[in-house]
Structure formats: C-alpha cells, structure tokens
C-alpha cells in the first residue's frame, strides 16, 4: 500500500519527449567517465597510509587481551547450545493467469532436492579458495532466501493512477540506454530496476517524476556495483538538465530511505552464471541466457517472479535454442533445484515476448551487436521458427530445438 504521495510527466506523450531529448546527450557521458576515472585514480595514488602505523601501548593492550579471553570462555558454551531456528518462506497464493503460475512455480527449499542423479563439478575448484566450494551450496541456499525479500509487489501497476505498462517500458528502454553508455555492470543494470520497482511498490509516484527515480535508481545501483561510478554531474547531464544535481541527490536520500536503505538484492546474474558451470561456461549459451534474462525486467509480466527462476528459465530456452542436451540433473542442481516443470510458464512468457514485434528499440539494439553475438536477432527468428511449426520445447526430443549453433569453446 502506498505510504505517501509525491508531488512529482503529465501524459505519456510528455515522457515520450523527455526521453527522447535526453538521448541525443547520452553519447559524449563515456568520455567524462572516463576524464573522472583518471582522476579518481591520481588521487588515490598520492594518499597512502602506512601500514600498522599506529600500533601504541602494547603492555596494557596484553593485559586486555587476557581479560576478553576469560569472558569468552565463559560464553562459548551457552553459545554452542544455541540453535539456529530455519527460515520459513511465506506461501505463495496459486493464480490462473500465466504470469502468477510462474510466480508460485519454485520449489520448497526445505523439500529434498535429491531426488536427480548429478556430477559434483564444485570438488575440481578444492583447491581454489576464490571458489570458496566448501561454502559455496550455502550461500546460494542462503541467497535463495534472500530473494524472496526483495521482491517487488507484482500488483503495483494496477494501484498506481498515474502510471501504466506502457509508460514503465519506456522508462526501462531509457535506463537501458544510458546503462549501456556509461558502460556499467549487468549488475547495475538488474539492481537499478529492482530498486525502481520496489519504490513504485510503496509510494504512488507521478509521471513528470518518473525519470528522476529511473536516475536516481541508476545512481545508487551504479554507486553499490560499480568500482568507478559516474558522477551526479553525468547523471544531470543525460536528464538534458531535466533534474539538476541537487534533485538527484534528493532523489537517492528519498528512495533509499522507503527502501530502508536496504539494497541486498540477490542478482540474477549470479543464478546465471552458477547454472553456466553446469553448462561448461558454454560462452554463446550464456551471451544469449543474458539477453533473455534482461527480458524479465523489460516486460512488466515478470515483475515479483524470482530471479534464480527467471535465470533457469534463460538457461534453458538458450540451450534449446543452440540444439544442446536436455536439462540434466546437473543443471537442475546447479539451477537452486529447478525442474523444467517449475519455470514452465516462464519459458511461455519468454517465448511470447520474443514472437511479439519490438517494443523495447534500445534493449533489442543492445543485443543485436556483434558484441552480444545478435542474440536478439537469433532468438526472434527462432522463437518465430518454433511458433510456426507448433514445436513444444518443453519436451525431452533434442530435435525439437533449432541446432544451429556454433560450437565455441571460448569462455567468458
């Protein structure tokens, strides 16, 4: 429910004309990052603090050190009886439209998952600490938890008066091009439409502010992910000084605090890259897992799914699409548990998007650079292929996918 009522486009028109006015300033931004790059970079290499220079008074410091080691044996054993009660999710209420099935299709974490035959690939990493695979299943149990709050209300478009579908696909369009002119992390770019969806989830906002939260969520994403994040200036300067530096600055204090400042938002990209170990680090697979994993945040049908869902079910259309093998137990495991039953109507979302003509210019232009191997392209043309032929991918035929694939050993 909304707690408080902004003053902040008057029509969709008028968003239309603010976005497209900014676009033409977007593209000199990647040289002031730049400039400021190697500034941040000189400064930082003039200051250095030595190291273990302000070690004093060592005598009493034993002494302390004494005291601390008796209280801490006094409370070791009361803090071994303590024992850690399980997180419970909230349940999920069933629905009949497509969009809600898939929202309520994860698995229980607390059911056995075991039930699959699947290859150990964490055991070769035993002897990388960087892999850290002795705690890696835990802490993605952990980040399975944590995404279930930080979900954004799938319902917020219907109680919000001012705005609609349409006028939050233009703004996502727009974040998209500026992500991708300051050159920021996939990271950035998941984390800044969360945030915009979780504020829009609790405070009615007006259309002649929309944009200023779509820079103000870009702004904090960029400050959280990135190592050199752009400054308020860039960010005013790609508004056609639509907002001053002053407004962006308000906007990040006014967004972070509905949020309660709480940014641990479990990226889909992690999802996306751990399913990838099971896929060999297959590097077309993952471009191509990439770009329909952006889709979930362009379409507004997929507001409130969850991430580590959404990730297996790009993983899978992408292997179905390059002719690979069926979804394995390896891939199950990998994916947090989830069988191809569990993100079916996910996979209907995502083959229902790529069939419909191109909303989102920017994000399929993105995507149809040689960069990111034309995986728009690739993926429409398949996706229309499938639909023409009546061709179920959901079944375990391998000859029912397009195997046109070209077989890159290289990895990202």
């Not at 930082?44 to 009493?60: E, G, K, M």
């Not at 904090?220 to 990135?226: D, G, L, V």
């Not at 995986?375 to 991918?393: F, G, N, P, V, Y």
């Amino acid at each position: 429910m909304p707690t408080e009522n902004i003053p902040l486009i008057q029509d969709e028109n008028a968003i239309h004309q603010n976005v497209r006015l900014t676009r033409s300033k977007t593209s000199t931004v990647h040289d002031n990052k730049q400039s400021n790059t190697t500034n941040t970079k000189e400064s930082s290499n003039t200051q250095r603090r030595p190291a273990l220079s302000n070690l004093t008074n060592t005598s009493s410091q034993a002494a302390i050190t004494k005291n601390l080691k008796s209280k801490q044996q006094q409370q070791i054993t009361t803090i071994k009886e303590e024992k850690r009660l399980p997180l419970k999710r909230p349940a999920t209420e069933s629905s009949s439209t497509l969009a809600d099935q898939a929202r309520s299709s994860a698995p229980d974490l607390k059911k056995p998952r075991i039930d699959y035959e699947w290859e150990d690939l964490d055991a070769e990493d035993s002897d990388d600490p960087l892999m850290v695979s002795e705690y890696v299943n835990e802490i993605f149990d952990y980040l399975h938890e944590l995404e279930l709050k930080t979900l954004p209300d799938s319902t917020y478009l219907s109680w919000q008066k001012n705005l609609k579908p349409k006028m939050r696909s233009i703004l996502v369009d727009w974040i998209v091009e500026v992500h991708l002119r300051f050159r920021l992390l996939p990271e950035t770019l998941f984390l800044a439409i969360n945030l915009m969806d979780r504020f829009m989830s609790k405070e009615t906002i007006q259309v002649d502010k929309l944009q200023l939260l779509a820079t103000g969520s870009l702004f904090i994403a960029a400050k959280y992910e990135e190592v050199y994040s752009p400054s308020v200036k860039n960010y005013s300067y790609v508004t056609d000084g639509g907002y001053t530096e002053e407004e962006i600055l308000e906007a990040e204090k006014f967004i972070l605090s509905a949020l309660d400042f709480d940014l641990s938002y479990p990226n889909p990209m992690n999802f996306l890259r751990r399913i990838s170990k099971a896929d060999e680090y297959d590097i077309q697979t993952r471009t191509i897992g990439k770009y329909l994993l952006e889709i979930s945040i362009m379409d507004h049908r997929f507001i409130g799914l969850k991430p580590s869902l959404c990730a297996a079910a790009a993983m899978y259309v992408s292997r179905k699409m390059l002719g690979r093998s069926d979804w394995n137990g390896t891939l199950v495991h990998y994916s947090g548990g989830y069988k191809k039953n569990d993100f079916k109507h996910v996979v209907e979302l995502l083959l229902d998007y790529l069939t419909q003509p191109v909303i989102h210019e920017e994000f399929f232009k993105k995507y149809a650079s040689k960069k990111f191997m034309k995986s728009s392209i690739l993926a429409r043309q398949w996706a229309k292929k499938i639909e023409a032929e009546c061709i179920d991918i959901m079944e375990d035929n391998d000859d029912n996918s397009n195997n046109n694939s070209n077989n890159d050993d290289d990895q990202e």
